[in-house]
């Protein structure tokens, strides 16, 4: 406290006070011995002249001004002294105050991350992108340039409008030590970098220039991000105006973005170079064949998206009817028009991160019944003391900031430890929603999340001390001083707004508990849903094909089959094969939409090597898997699954009746394939999506030139079935890529369990995150049921005593303290079932194999609660049946 | 002992906002430490006030917060250090102002009693 002294000045001031009432004093004395009195005499008349000097100094210094920030010092102090006193008190409103913060901090960083995130874009709000579709707005297409072309010349809400494509395939660059980086490289218009109001931090960047087909200025040159550049090309200054090659093809490097810019937002982590789109032939013609391109606007200012989006159907209406077809012209109706930021976050994932951010608003809300409970039950206790300051001449007002100032440090001592607490659930959350929630995620906490915070706290804190201080106020002052002042009826009035508060906590728990039940049981399913494949015991590699090394020659034969066979001799493997996409992977979907008979066939393609059925034990419905006679001269043949089956066969309900169905050519003018196999149904892109069509093809009978080979060349996944646990060959197959081709060092490898658990998403998010969130909540309410029990036990210690000595039953006085629990939970668990309930319809999004509205969810979680809540009061109901009646009455 | 009690009970209570126009007025006359202050105002009001030093000393302060009067340590005639206090221009203002308010309610008391 001496710092802050000096800091005020105060002591220095005090003691000069005092020395000028000392020399006031000795004038005094001096005056009086001069007029003839005895000097004993003039030290007590003066003495009595001065009067009360501690009430005058005191007086003195209140007219410095200061005495607040005296006063507050006080008060800190004592409040740090009553913690000390009673640290089990203090740790546990600390701990339970911490607990809301921390998860309301953690759940509002993520929110902020993924919804409220400011794009490293000029003014990002500006931007909006756009996509043509047909009358379902799921199978939405890109923007051909020759409509964009007549939205750039008749709209008028737009300051600019710009394209950006993915280069096909993957793409690789060259590094500067010779290893290929896989990169995300993206064809753009050549005004998109002054659209988006980005410049490079090195290097002039692209000549400005408008997009059209005689834009030519910028061919051959490229952006690189600063990631490349710091990876591929260790951060070399002289890198402007060096040649560099992606794939095979060679560009000049223009510029250099600075860090953290990304276009598109959520690409690849590795990093991305744009080089400017030049315009063709492809994109001079009206139908199937043009190429689509992502369309991206900035708004003038003023205009809304929604006017925007008013404009560009108008226009769209005479650009659709340039279509001569009218299934193309249908396909074209109609126009997607959206925020940039909004397009980026799925629908799914803000309902559930609502969703999530309002669970930790009921918990922080718990936290906070619980710490006002706290807090009621001792300014209870402390009625006496308070009023005892009451008479000594305290005002009520100073008691009140008393008590005030104890709330606030016991409650900034929790936000510290909030803060501490949130970090680390940041930390822990952020590494883990990366996955579930497909998202970019950095775990830092910004300025705004922080002021929040602090509001947090400080509405705590008031909500926490304030009220209990109120009451405690505003009680009698001669009740509480006399004996026996608890037995008031104001202090029964206190224990029943304690319970009712109890009874809240109950309800608020058991409704996210409900939530929780609810999940875990929709993760169980998921578990337990047959997937129609094995996933022990398998290592899946992500391949990253290089696959612009393989439009003329085969890949199948110079890099698949070759690395299966180098992987098959692996000590330890069983088995290995390649599928162009494991079952979840959710890597590279290959969709076909192809003419079959006359009709339009929709389905997903996988080409596989005949080993995969053994490796993932698919099981076969009817017919064949492939095998080893299948060839690439060998008759062209498929495996369909019964989906397709029931969509194509000749007998709907037979799906055996497909086989030796003549589906396609693979190439023009080759005989057309047949079907030999029908293999079970399996989970595809997630469990719990329904099974799509889906036809597989041999691996082996595709090569360059046929229609369905140039897939094969981008997307493939190796399969290992091994026979010691898969991780340990993880490193063994790594090399072995390695070895197959450098571009491959790039492949992500993780064993088939993992891909499955990973596939549960935002679901395995949300049910931990509940799982914590209602744990945490059953552990306050009960120790607010325990709080308050036990603090009503040793309120009564005296009446139970009398009971006893009038001839009680001890079992009598247990059932009295479970009584009272009893009710607190019967009244919180009906008000929560209400609850639960109303929130059902928050939660059904993410359900699965489970009704929102679960009567054993809910019986189980009622259950839970109680016997809790009865555990919680069994102590404090055994201590009022231990009362020992002597020593009870004694105090009488 | 007994004349002290008789003073003390002849003692006028002081009216509220008088006492800083009392100690205003006497440092008209030079700067004084707190005792001169008391003393002044009991020999000029011929022993009927005594200004008491839980009143006295807050005045004081009070005064050189509103920068009415200012202080400085320094020795008295018999070489003790003592808090001198001394008034400031805007402590002039000051007592003119209180002074004028006063006079005015003396007239006006006045014109009661005699009506």
């Not at chain 1, 290097?203 to 490349?228: M, R, W």
């Not at chain 1, 497909?658 to 023009?668: C, F, P, Q, T, Y």
Request: net charge neutral; charged share 20%; aromatic share 8%.
């Amino acid at each position: 406290m001496s710092v802050w002294r000096r800091i005020f000045g105060m002591d220095g001031r005090k003691s000069e006070l005092d020395a000028e009432i000392d020399a006031h004093r000795r004038m005094a004395v001096e005056d009086r011995v001069a007029r003839g009195e005895k000097e004993e005499d003039a030290r007590a008349a003066v003495e009595q002249e001065l009067g009360n000097l501690p009430l005058a100094k005191d007086v003195t210094r209140e007219a410095w001004g200061w005495v607040w920030v005296e006063r507050l010092l006080q008060d800190v102090r004592y409040a740090l002294r009553q913690m000390k006193r009673s640290p089990g008190f203090a740790a546990t409103v600390i701990g339970t105050l911490a607990l809301g913060i921390g998860a309301a901090t953690a759940m509002f960083t993520v929110v902020d991350h993924v919804l409220l995130r400011t794009l490293p874009y000029k003014n990002p709000k500006q931007l909006v992108v756009m996509a043509e579709h047909g009358n379902d707005p799921r199978f939405g297409a890109g923007v051909p340039w020759l409509d964009l072309a007549q939205w750039r010349a008749a709209s008028h809400s737009f300051e600019d409008l710009a394209y950006w494509s993915g280069m096909e395939g993957r793409n690789y660059v060259k590094g500067s030590n010779g290893a290929a980086l896989q990169i995300d490289s993206q064809q753009v218009s050549p005004n998109l970098f002054a659209l988006l109001g980005a410049k490079p931090a090195l290097g002039p960047g692209f000549i400005d220039e408008q997009p059209g087909f005689g834009a030519v200025k910028n061919s051959g040159s490229i952006v690189l991000s600063h990631t490349v550049w710091e990876t591929a090309f260790a951060g070399d200054p002289g890198i402007i105006g060096r040649k560099i090659q992606i794939n095979d093809t060679p560009y000049t490097v223009v510029g250099v973005m600075p860090a953290g810019f990304q276009f598109p937002y959520d690409s690849y982590p590795a990093g991305q170079a744009w080089v400017v789109g030049q315009l063709d032939d492809s994109d001079k013609k009206l139908g199937n064949d043009q190429s689509f391109y992502g369309a991206i606007g900035r708004l003038r200012p003023g205009v809304t998206v929604a006017a925007a989006h008013a404009e560009i159907d108008a226009i769209q209406k005479q650009v659709a009817a340039r279509y001569a077809d009218a299934e193309t012209r249908e396909a074209h109706s109609q126009v997607k028009l959206e925020g940039y930021g909004d397009s980026l976050v799925d629908a799914d994932v803000r309902k559930a991160l609502l969703a999530l951010l309002a669970a930790a608003g009921v918990l922080w809300l718990i936290a906070s019944v619980n710490v006002t409970n706290l807090l009621l039950a001792r300014s209870t206790a402390r009625q006496r003391e308070i009023a005892m300051r009451g008479a000594l001449g305290a005002s009520r007002g100073r008691v009140l900031q008393q008590m005030v100032v104890e709330g606030l440090v016991l409650s900034t001592c929790a936000a510290v430890l909030g803060i501490a607490l949130a970090l680390i659930a940041v930390r822990l959350t952020g590494s883990v929603a990366s996955i579930h929630l497909d998202v970019d995620f950095s775990t830092h906490v910004n300025g705004m999340i922080l002021a929040v915070l602090c509001g947090l706290t400080l509405i705590s804190a008031v909500v926490a001390s304030a009220w209990p201080a109120l009451l405690a106020v505003r009680a009698p002052i001669e009740p509480a001083l006399k004996q026996g002042g608890e037995r008031t009826g104001a202090a029964r009035r206190h224990n029943r707004m304690r319970s009712g508060l109890v009874a809240i906590e109950v309800a608020m728990s058991l409704m996210l508990l409900v939530a929780c039940g609810l999940l875990l049981r929709t993760i169980y399913t998921f578990r337990h849903v047959p997937l129609g494949f094995r996933t022990d015991h398998i290592l899946v590699a992500n391949l990253s094909v290089p696959s612009y090394q393989f439009t003329d020659r085969n890949v199948t034969t110079t890099l698949y089959q070759p690395l299966l066979e180098r992987v098959q001799n692996l000590h330890g493997v069983q088995a290995a094969g390649m599928m162009s996409e494991v079952p979840l992977g959710r890597t590279f979907n290959i969709m076909l939409s192809l003419r079959m008979n006359g009709r339009m066939v929709a389905a997903g393609l996988k080409p596989v090597s005949p080993q995969i059925r053994q490796i993932f034990g698919f099981p076969m419905i009817a017919g064949r898997f492939f095998n080893d006679q299948d060839s690439p001269t060998s008759e062209p043949v498929l495996v369909v699954n019964p989906a397709f089956a029931r969509e194509y066969a000749p007998d709907k309900h037979d799906p055996k009746s497909i086989l030796g169905a003549e589906v396609w050519s693979l190439k023009k003018g080759a005989p057309k394939a047949r079907v030999v196999g029908v293999m079970d149904d399996q989970r595809q892109q997630a469990i719990d999506a329904p099974t799509q069509p889906e036809v597989e093809i041999c691996l082996c009978q595709l090569g360059p030139g046929d229609n369905l080979y140039q897939p094969a060349t981008i997307a493939m996944d190796l399969a290992v079935r091994t026979r010691q646990p898969t991780a340990e060959m993880i490193p063994e197959i790594r090399t072995l890529l390695k070895q197959a081709s450098p571009e491959l060092a790039n492949s992500t490898i993780s064993t088939m369990d993992q891909i499955v658990e990973d596939s549960f998403g935002s679901q395995r998010l949300a049910a931990h995150l509940l799982e914590i969130f209602g744990g945490s909540a059953l552990l306050l309410c009960v120790a607010g049921l325990y709080g308050l029990l036990a603090y009503v036990v040793s309120q009564r210690t005296r009446e139970l005593g009398v009971r006893i000595a009038l001839g009680a039953q001890r079992g009598d006085l247990s059932w009295l303290v479970l009584r009272q629990a009893g009710w607190m939970l019967v009244i919180g668990v009906a008000v929560g079932s209400g609850l639960a309930w109303a929130s059902a319809r928050l939660v059904r999004g993410f359900l699965y194999g489970v009704q929102a509205h679960d009567g054993w969810t809910l019986a189980g979680a009622a259950v839970l609660l109680f016997v809790c809540g009865l555990l919680a009061a069994w102590i404090p109901a055994q201590r009022a049946a231990s009362v020992d009646p002597m020593e009870a009455l004694r105090a009488e | 002992m007994k004349k002290e009690k008789e003073l003390y009970q002849n003692r006028i209570e002081l009216l509220q906002g008088t006492l800083d126009m009392l100690i205003l007025q006497t440092l008209q006359w030079g700067a004084q430490h707190g005792y001169g202050i008391s003393q002044a105002l009991r020999s000029r009001s011929s022993e009927v006030l005594q200004v008491e030093t839980g009143s006295l000393y807050p005045a004081l302060h009070r005064m050189e917060r509103y920068k009415w009067i200012a202080a400085e340590w320094r020795k008295t005639e018999q070489n003790q250090r003592a808090r001198y206090y001394r008034i400031t221009a805007e402590g002039r203002r000051q007592l003119a102002s209180e002074r004028a308010k006063w006079s005015g309610m003396v007239e006006a008391i006045a014109s009661i009693l005699e009506a």
